[in-house]
């Protein structure tokens, strides 16, 4: 498979690159940004999904400061036009394909106007494919690029404009996954459903990292990539090398305590440990949200503001669940960086000793 510039229009119908048409009620086209200081303060992400099937489009956008998480949910009626990358209040800007993106936000107290430049070529990560029994839970591909933001966010009249070097990553994806109302259908054969999964990219002076990987209940990887990035660099000089994380919990949660990373590329294995320095819930931009979860229909327009302390958030509840953790990032070859630990885990995991749907670490 081969990126080209269609890839970043919603415009997918398969999880292939721009090219068949589907027919699956669940597929989804989605934009993601995640962008924070130099420093990893300042938490802020977005998402822009278009759902052809159920004709309807969403948008979120959500920022952490001062320990509350101020979001910003939107939903439409897509009126299946998929080239409209509007949604009340918020909308994406393609700037320049697979390389220059805007983010536009001004509704109900909150406005950012933020442009993402990537440092390099996308990364196209390898199709994630699961089934439950019968049954396509998930079929998708994609694309991921660390990159640079400049702009401004402003909360209730009280305006931040990010710091030079402000960096973050945007992905790209698009295929098959649950979206909309669940399905009530009974499931034959008992199989409990689990989900795990780690997202990791990490940004240097001169280079950036991503690493990934989903794993089964007994910690069986079923899909995972590890890629090294010189700043600059096209598709042939993404540099591919092979990755595993040691990890832990924080006690009585479900959320990352520390991580160890390790790369072995081309030069040799390396090391990166990572130091937690906030959370960010992936709630503020739908991702398990019981009211504003991805698909859902709310009418020809619907906007709503919603802002929570982030230590108030009940780490038993199932949409606090999945997290992104901004992370110092110290490298026995690189030195200093800064980057996200991305969790989400669903259900049992024999490696951290979760037996069940409400076991916390």
Request: net charge negative; aromatic share 12%.
């Amino acid at each position: 498979m081969v990126l080209t510039k269609g890839d970043d229009f919603p415009l997918h119908q398969t999880p292939e690159p721009i090219a068949y048409a589907g027919t699956d009620r669940n597929f989804y086209d989605r934009y993601f940004f995640n962008g924070y200081q130099p420093d990893g303060s300042g938490f802020f992400a977005a998402a822009f999904g278009v759902y052809p099937h159920l004709n309807v489009a969403d948008a979120h956008f959500s920022v952490a400061r001062d320990g509350v998480q101020y979001c910003l949910h939107a939903s439409r009626e897509l009126n299946m036009e998929r080239l409209d990358l509007s949604c009340g209040p918020i909308r994406i800007e393609i700037l320049e394909p697979l390389q220059k993106l805007r983010i536009v936000v001004d509704g109900e107290g909150i406005k950012a106007d933020l442009t993402f430049t990537g440092r390099a070529f996308p990364i196209e990560e390898p199709r994630f494919t699961l089934r439950t029994g019968p049954r396509t839970f998930m079929d998708l591909t994609r694309m991921t690029q660390n990159g640079l933001y400049a702009g401004w966010i402003e909360i209730d009249g009280v305006r931040m404009d990010l710091a030079p070097g402000a960096i973050g990553t945007r992905d790209r994806s698009w295929g098959v996954r649950p979206v909309g109302t669940r399905d009530q259908q009974p499931h034959p054969g008992g199989a409990v459903f689990t989900f795990f999964w780690q997202w990791v990219p990490v940004h240097f002076a001169d280079r950036s990292t991503l690493y990934h990987v989903n794993q089964t209940a007994e910690g069986h990887t079923w899909n995972t990539s590890a890629t090294i990035v010189p700043d600059g660099a096209i598709a042939d000089n993404l540099i591919k090398a092979a990755g595993s994380m040691q990890s832990s919990l924080q006690p009585g949660t479900r959320w990352p305590e520390f991580g160890t990373l390790t790369l072995d590329g081309p030069d040799g294995a390396e090391t990166l440990k990572f130091e937690i320095l906030g959370r960010f819930q992936m709630r503020g931009i739908g991702y398990t949200s019981p009211t504003w979860g991805h698909g859902l229909y709310h009418g020809p327009l619907a906007v709503e503001r919603e802002d929570f302390e982030l230590a108030q958030c009940d780490p038993a509840r199932l949409d606090h669940h999945h997290v992104q953790m901004p992370c110092r990032v110290i490298s026995d070859k690189w030195g200093d960086g800064i980057g996200a630990f991305e969790q989400l885990i669903v259900g049992p995991y024999e490696p951290f000793g979760l037996k069940d749907f409400t076991d916390l670490g």
